[in-house]
């Protein structure tokens, strides 16, 4: 079994930065083998994917909302992944959860077997 556990939420205004981390316990030798995802889910919608970073850390994939704003980055010897957050705006606002799942990047919240208590992320105007 992995757990995560997500911190470094809070609330910042619009324009500002965060950085989110995810610390994987448990069968962490499996954690390195798999991809990891950012998803967030805001009050009344659904949960929506943010960005993925591959088993090794050499290839991320973004939605094209956060695409110039939002960088993933895990370091396996730490068992960590980062959500470095810059230029936040409003709509950003969430529960913002990490996820682990099979070796490629996936987009759907089905594909990730694992997954985190969430952090919110509140930007104000």
């Known amino acids: 079994q992995v757990q995560l556990v997500e911190s470094g939420g809070g609330s910042v205004q619009a324009g500002g930065s965060l950085r989110l981390s995810c610390v994987a316990s448990g069968r962490t030798l499996a954690i390195n083998t798999m991809a990891m995802g950012w998803f967030r889910q805001g009050p009344g919608k659904e949960r929506e994917f943010v960005g993925g970073i591959s088993w090794s850390g050499s290839s991320t994939r973004y939605a094209d909302s956060v695409k110039g704003r939002f960088t993933i980055s895990r370091d396996n010897a730490k068992n960590t992944v980062f959500l470095q957050m810059n230029s936040l705006r409003p709509e950003d606002a969430a529960v913002y959860y990490c996820?682990?799942?099979?070796?490629?990047?996936?987009?759907?919240?089905?594909?990730?077997?694992?997954w985190g208590q969430g952090t919110q992320v509140t930007v104000s105007s």
């Open positions: 996820a682990a799942g099979i070796s490629a990047i996936a987009t759907m919240a089905y594909q990730y077997d694992f």
